[in-house]
């Protein structure tokens, strides 16, 4: 419990002492909003920042995407030749269209580079650790829109990770809050157009096949589970009221609590498109533009620690909310690894997604509540990383976790 206690107190002490520069980093984000997969400016700012770090971290710019990024160090600590633990901490940094940080990915990126920090400030003078650590940070940018931690995945960019730790902005502290799967489908009707008074027998209304697919969907709604979520935008609706549209294009969300969901989901969507063009005259054509992101896997082994030591700092968890629709590509990321999503208030009670609380996430005052939550989280990955009987439940927690999706 002293050497626990010792390398709490210098992970605290390293990050109170860098608080400026990590405010400095979120600042330089949050001024600067780039959308998702376009983050250069976010990019180039924290692979500058853990270039700088004393030198001691390997960072490699451009990490198997444009703005995606890799900074690692270590491993200390083991016997040699044990198999390494590899602790990784997440940075996003992408903006929303026309209001910036409104969903404060500006902090996110604060955290994950306070809570590596300080981590490797623990961890550095530690060679009695039950196994060799390292740390890795990863860059993961395009939440917002692509899903770039799918394409990470898939790149193998998580393949030698052991435990994930990232946090989010939010209303409320809280260690996990049950963000659910989405799939975005794009709907593209193709008609024929006529003069709209003259000849409008010889016209096919693809705009007429758009409304319908909008109605047909809303009337499906009263069928739909309590929990499943399916709204859209009609994109494109014609171009003159004397020109029968030739095309239109519909964009939908779908959301369900479980992954496997979404399937049933789609389906019943897809009648409705089908329906719309059938009746009117028209093609379909029915795509999926981007990655579906999974439901967030629960870790109650690492939700446990990160309240524990988020009390002790002061947190105050409130009641979980009974309704969360929220989605993020963290959640394909818990599939692959054991990891934790915890959400942080900011000093706001305005939502995510508006101008104010995109004001907020670029405030002073959302400082200390930032760097509460990195030491949080910095202080459970050593938890874990000292005790080997810890890793293993949140290795069992992970791996049932996963069972139960796929029953």
């Avoid at 590899?86 to 903006?95: K, P, Q, S």
């Avoid at 319908?212 to 929990?227: D, G, H, I, T």
């Avoid at 208030?345 to 508006?354: G, L, Q, R």
Wanted: charged residues 20%; proline residues 5%.
């Amino acid at each position: 419990m002293e050497k626990r206690q010792q390398m709490i107190n210098t992970l605290q002490l390293t990050i109170d002492k860098r608080k400026n520069e990590l405010h400095s980093l979120s600042q330089d984000i949050w001024s600067r909003p780039e959308l998702a997969g376009d983050e250069t400016y976010a990019h180039d700012r924290l692979v500058r920042f853990f270039s700088q770090e004393e030198q001691t971290w390997t960072v490699q710019s451009h990490y198997k995407l444009p703005t995606a990024f890799r900074a690692s160090w270590g491993p200390v600590g083991g016997r040699e030749g044990d198999p390494v633990l590899n602790v990784g901490f997440l940075c996003e940094y992408d903006a929303l269209p026309g209001i910036g940080h409104a969903c404060g990915h500006n902090l996110i990126a604060e955290v994950g580079a306070a809570a590596a920090v300080g981590l490797k400030a623990a961890l550095e003078n530690q060679t009695e650790l039950p196994a060799p650590v390292k740390i890795t940070v990863l860059g993961t940018p395009a939440e917002e829109d692509i899903g770039g931690k799918v394409d990470l995945i898939k790149a193998g960019a998580f393949a030698d990770v052991d435990l994930v730790f990232m946090a989010h902005p939010a209303q409320q502290d809280a260690s996990f809050l049950p963000c659910v799967a989405l799939d975005e489908v794009s709907v593209k009707y193709h008609g024929k157009a006529s003069h709209a008074s003259s000849y409008p027998w010889d016209g096919v209304n693809a705009l007429d096949a758009a409304v319908l697919a909008y109605n047909n969907v809303s009337v499906l709604r009263q069928q739909l589970k309590p929990e499943w979520r399916l709204h859209g935008i009609i994109r494109h609706g014609g171009v003159k009221p004397n020109i029968i549209p030739a095309y239109t294009e519909l964009e939908f969300y779908l959301r369900t609590p479980l992954v496997k969901d979404l399937c049933d989901l789609k389906a019943k969507a897809e009648a409705c498109f089908r329906a719309a063009a059938m009746a009117t005259g028209c093609q379909v054509e029915i795509t999926y533009p981007h990655h579906a992101y999974y439901n967030i896997l629960p870790n109650a082994t690492l939700a446990s620690l990160y309240e524990s030591n988020g009390k002790a700092l002061g947190i105050q968890f409130q009641e979980q909310p009974a309704n969360f629709s929220g989605s993020t590509d963290f959640g394909n990321v818990s599939f692959v690894a054991p990891g934790i999503h915890p959400f942080f208030y900011i000093c706001t009670d305005a939502f995510n997604h508006t101008e104010e609380y995109a004001e907020a996430a670029g405030a002073e005052k959302a400082q200390l509540y930032t760097l509460r939550t990195a030491k949080a989280l910095a202080m459970t990955a050593v938890d874990v990383v000292c005790c080997p009987d810890l890793l293993r439940q949140v290795r069992e927690d992970f791996s049932l976790a996963k069972l139960k999706q796929e029953t």
